[in-house]
C-alpha cells in the first residue's frame, strides 16, 4: 500500500497536467535501440543456426524465443526507462504568469466584415 | 514509443517483416543447392495393349522405378513431388505426354527407392498410332519449399517402344 501510495505522488505533477508518460524521452529512444538490435540480431542468429545444422524448425524456434526476450524487455514500462523524468510545471508557478492578452484592433477588423 | 501498446504494435511489425526477410533469404539459399540425381526405369511386362470400344489405344505396362533423388532435398524442402511420363510423336499431335505414376516423397530418407508397379493412370492415345511407337519415359520431379521458390527438372530416359499388333 505505501509503495502505491509513493507511485502515487511521483507522478502527481502529471496526473495534474493531464498526462502520465511512464517512460521518458531518453528511455524511449534507448528502448527503440535496443528493440531494432535486438530483434535483426536474433533474425541473424536464427538464420545461421538454421541453415548450419539443416533445420527449419530449429530456426523458427530460435526467432521466436528472440522475439519473446525482445518483448519482455522493450515493451513493459520498465522503471529503468524512467530515471531522467521530466516533470510538468506545477499548476500553482502557471498562476502567476498570464496569458498573453489578444490585441483589440483584430477584433474591429473581424466585426467590419 | 511512450506507451505499451505503441511497443507492442511496434515490435509486432518490425519481427513479422523480418520473418518476411528471413523466408526470401531461405527460398535464396536453395540456389547454393546442386542436385545429382539419378535414376532407371525398366519395363517389365506389357500386360494388355488394345483398341478401345473408342476408337482409342490403351496399353497397360508393369515398371521397374528405382531413383536416387536424395540430392534434391534440403534444409528448405517440403516434400518432393514425382511423376513419370511417356512421351511420343503422332502425325496429329508432335508431343504427346501421358502421366503413368506419380509419388510424394515427404522426406530424404525416402528418396532413394525402388518400386514394382504397373501404371497408375491409364496410357490412352489420342487415336490409334501406338502399335509399334517408339517413346521416352520421363522421370519429372518438383521440389516444393518450406517458404519461397519451387524448383523443377526431369530426366528423359530415351528407347522403349510397343508392341507392333494388339495383344
Known amino acids: 500500500m505505501g509503495l502505491f501510495n509513493y507511485i502515487l505522488l511521483l507522478y502527481e505533477p502529471q496526473r495534474r497536467a493531464g498526462i502520465i508518460m511512464l517512460m521518458d524521452w531518453q528511455g524511449q529512444k534507448f528502448v527503440e535501440q535496443i528493440m531494432q538490435i535486438s530483434l535483426l540480431v536474433f533474425a541473424v542468429i536464427a538464420l545461421v543456426a538454421g541453415y548450419v545444422l539443416g533445420s527449419f524448425h530449429l530456426m523458427m524456434l530460435v526467432y521466436a524465443g528472440g522475439v519473446t526476450l525482445t518483448t519482455l524487455i522493450t515493451v513493459p514500462n520498465w522503471p529503468f526507462f524512467n530515471r531522467n523524468p521530466l516533470n510538468w510545471l506545477d499548476p500553482n508557478e502557471v498562476e502567476k504568469h498570464h496569458k498573453p492578452q489578444v490585441a483589440v484592433s483584430l477584433k474591429k477588423k473581424a466585426t467590419q466584415k | ?167
Request: proline share 4%; glycine share 4%; net charge neutral.
Open chain 2, 1 to 167: 514509443m511512450h506507451s505499451f501498446g505503441y511497443r507492442l504494435n511496434v515490435l509486432l511489425t518490425f519481427a513479422v517483416t523480418i520473418l518476411a526477410l528471413m523466408c526470401a533469404m531461405a527460398s535464396l539459399s536453395d540456389n547454393l543447392n546442386t542436385p545429382s540425381p539419378s535414376a532407371e526405369i525398366q519395363i517389365m511386362n506389357i500386360n494388355w495393349f488394345q483398341k478401345q470400344p473408342q476408337g482409342n489405344d490403351e496399353v497397360s505396362l508393369t515398371m521397374n522405378i528405382s531413383a536416387d533423388l536424395q540430392s534434391l532435398f534440403t534444409w528448405n524442402t517440403k516434400q518432393v513431388f514425382i511423376f513419370v511420363a511417356a512421351e511420343y510423336e503422332t502425325p496429329k499431335n508432335s508431343l504427346n505426354q501421358v502421366s503413368l505414376w506419380d509419388a510424394i516423397i515427404p522426406a530424404k530418407e525416402h528418396a532413394k527407392f525402388w518400386i514394382h508397379t504397373s501404371n497408375k493412370y491409364r496410357f490412352v492415345d489420342q487415336g490409334n498410332n501406338l502399335r509399334g511407337k517408339e517413346f521416352n519415359l520421363t522421370l519429372h520431379w518438383h521440389v516444393m519449399p518450406k517458404t519461397g521458390k519451387m524448383f523443377a527438372n526431369k530426366i528423359v530416359m530415351t528407347g522403349y517402344s510397343l508392341p507392333e499388333e494388339y495383344r
